[in-house]
Nanobody
Framework: QVQFAESGGGLVQPGGSLRLSCAASGRLFGTYAMAWFRQAPGKQRELVASITDRGLAISYADFVKGRFTISRDNARSTVYLQMNSLKPEDTAVYYC??????????WGQGTQVTVSS
């Protein structure tokens, strides 16, 4: 069973940037799509961005388009989320996983992102 470990979160002022990383275990990372999700307090987990196995197709939720960029390095079994122009409403715990519920692996601990002045 693949496992994911998210990192890179922190406290940042509005308008600032962060780069999240997600390291995957196992040797098959380059064979499946990946996604970033987030969950704010009191809200359901939501999909932020997804990327196909070789990175040829990418999609974003409307609320992050133009601000966030998802990428992956299959040689390092890692997926990234570059977050720019951060807003207070981006405050959440961010998780990575496969994009479809039928293919979810166990959820990791996530990484907390707090956008506040």
């Amino acid at each position: 069973q693949v496992q994911f470990a998210e990192s890179g979160g922190g406290l940042v002022q509005p308008g600032g940037s962060l780069r999240l990383s997600c390291a995957a275990s196992g040797r098959l990372f380059g064979t499946y799509a990946m996604a970033w999700f987030r969950q704010a307090p009191g809200k359901q987990r939501e999909l932020v961005a997804s990327i196909t196995d070789r990175g040829l197709a990418i999609s974003y939720a409307d609320f992050v388009k133009g601000r966030f960029t998802i990428s992956r390095d299959n040689a390092r079994s890692t997926v990234y989320l570059q977050m720019n122009s951060l807003k207070p409403e981006d405050t959440a715990v961010y998780y990575c996983n496969r994009p479809l519920p039928s293919t979810y692996a166990d959820w990791g601990q996530g990484t907390q992102v707090t956008v506040s002045s």
